[in-house]
């Protein structure tokens, strides 16, 4: 915590119950470009808030699902998710961290038990 004082970094806070739009692509695109914010302003922190309905479980996002955004909207927010996750990496010069908060302890304890 006294290293993250140190750096004054931006803070970006991303509740992913937002992301889902009325609009197909809406939620993606805003993720983006919260990640793209983030390496500009870098050092910076993104702060996923509810990060478990960002992701749901694999037997609810079947073909169908009919929710804000069309079907299957979590599993393409889930995917974007993880594609800026993985550029990260990839990114020259950028500190970008992320930390998430979660309320459903019975669905973290699956995804990464």
Same mark, same amino acid.
């Given at each position: 915590?006294?290293?993250?004082?140190?750096?004054?970094?931006?803070?970006?806070?991303?509740?992913?119950?937002?992301?889902?739009?009325?609009?197909?692509?809406?939620?993606?695109s805003?993720?983006?470009?919260?990640?793209?914010?983030?390496?500009?302003?870098?050092?910076?922190?993104?702060?996923l808030?509810?990060?478990?309905?960002?992701?749901?479980?694999?037997?609810? #996002?079947?073909?169908?699902? &009919? +929710? $804000?955004?069309?079907?299957?909207? =979590?599993?393409?927010? %889930? @995917?974007?998710?993880?594609?800026?996750?993985? #550029?990260?990496?990839?990114? &020259? +010069? $950028?500190?970008?961290?992320?930390? =998430?908060?979660?309320? %459903? @302890?019975?669905?973290?304890?699956?995804?990464? #038990?």
């Amino acid at each position: 915590m006294c290293s993250t004082y140190k750096l004054n970094p931006c803070v970006y806070l991303c509740c992913p119950l937002q992301l889902y739009g009325m609009y197909v692509g809406e939620g993606e695109s805003v993720l983006r470009d919260t990640f793209r914010r983030a390496r500009l302003a870098s050092p910076s922190i993104i702060f996923l808030d509810e990060a478990d309905a960002l992701a749901p479980r694999r037997q609810e #996002g079947a073909a169908g699902a &009919q +929710g $804000a955004g069309g079907p299957d909207t =979590g599993l393409r927010l %889930l @995917s974007t998710l993880l594609t800026e996750i993985d #550029g990260l990496e990839e990114t &020259q +010069g $950028a500190q970008v961290g992320m930390q =998430g908060a979660g309320t %459903l @302890s019975e669905w973290t304890g699956t995804a990464w #038990g």
